[in-house]
């Protein structure tokens, strides 16, 4: 008996050891497994994106500031114009990784009831770029009929990055279709 209590106690002060020396494998597994993610999007962010403006008929690039919560591959955050158009969304969405390319999915509601809107984002990471770069389908609240334009998350000055996203921003999409709504 005593053999087997003296056994017990050398395993677990092997195992407790095991642990102590490994404290710092297992703290990062733990990190990079639970609580980050590949492509840290928690902070805020610059949206860049192309629209059309019923006021004046035109389209323009616009720009947004994004809050963004980022646990476990959930996304949560909020998001407001930058250029005097009233637009608050609540964000929810998901990042996640498929074989080397890293996505983020987002999806909006209007915080405001006077201008409902609701749609989806769905973004590429640019790991050259730091950033995001994608496309949003919605429903406009000033034309009353879904939209598609494309769209840039990054850190960059929304200036600069009107620059460095051109190609994308002046991309085109099939835009403005209203769907054809069953009677």
Same mark, same amino acid.
């Given at each position: 008996? /005593?053999?087997?209590?003296?056994? @017990? =106690?050398?395993?677990? &002060?092997?195992? @407790?050891?095991?642990? =102590?020396?490994?404290?710092? !494998?297992?703290?990062?597994? #733990?990190?990079?497994?639970?609580?980050?993610?590949?492509?840290?999007?928690?902070g805020e962010w610059n949206g860049v994106f192309r629209?059309? #403006?019923?006021?004046?008929? !035109?389209?323009?690039v616009s720009s947004s500031r994004l809050k963004l =919560?980022?646990?476990?591959?959930?996304?949560?955050?909020?998001?407001?114009?930058?250029?005097?158009? /009233?637009?608050?969304? %609540? @964000?929810?969405?998901?990042?996640?990784?498929?074989?080397?390319?890293?996505? &983020?999915?987002?999806?909006?509601?209007?915080?405001?009831?006077?201008?409902?809107?609701?749609?989806?984002? +769905?973004?590429?990471?640019?790991?050259? !770029?730091?950033?995001? +770069?994608?496309?949003?389908?919605? @429903?406009? $609240?000033?034309?009353?009929?879904?939209?598609?334009? /494309?769209? +840039? &998350?990054? %850190?960059?000055? $929304? +200036?600069?990055?009107?620059?460095?996203?051109?190609?994308?921003?002046?991309?085109?999409? $099939?835009?403005?279709?209203?769907?054809?709504? /069953?009677?």
């Amino acid at each position: 008996m /005593p053999n087997a209590i003296l056994s @017990l =106690i050398i395993g677990i &002060l092997g195992f @407790l050891t095991a642990i =102590i020396t490994n404290i710092d !494998k297992i703290s990062d597994f #733990w990190n990079s497994t639970f609580t980050q993610t590949d492509h840290q999007i928690t902070g805020e962010w610059n949206g860049v994106f192309r629209e059309f #403006w019923v006021q004046d008929g !035109k389209e323009h690039v616009s720009s947004s500031r994004l809050k963004l =919560i980022s646990k476990l591959g959930n996304v949560t955050g909020t998001e407001m114009t930058t250029n005097g158009k /009233p637009r608050d969304w %609540k @964000l929810t969405g998901q990042n996640t990784t498929l074989a080397d390319r890293h996505f &983020l999915i987002i999806t909006y509601t209007s915080t405001n009831d006077n201008r409902p809107s609701v749609g989806s984002i +769905v973004f590429e990471y640019a790991k050259d !770029k730091n950033s995001f +770069v994608g496309y949003q389908i919605g @429903l406009d $609240p000033d034309q009353n009929r879904f939209t598609s334009y /494309p769209y +840039v &998350l990054t %850190k960059l000055d $929304p +200036v600069e990055a009107e620059k460095n996203f051109s190609d994308h921003l002046n991309s085109t999409i $099939p835009s403005y279709q209203k769907p054809i709504m /069953p009677k």
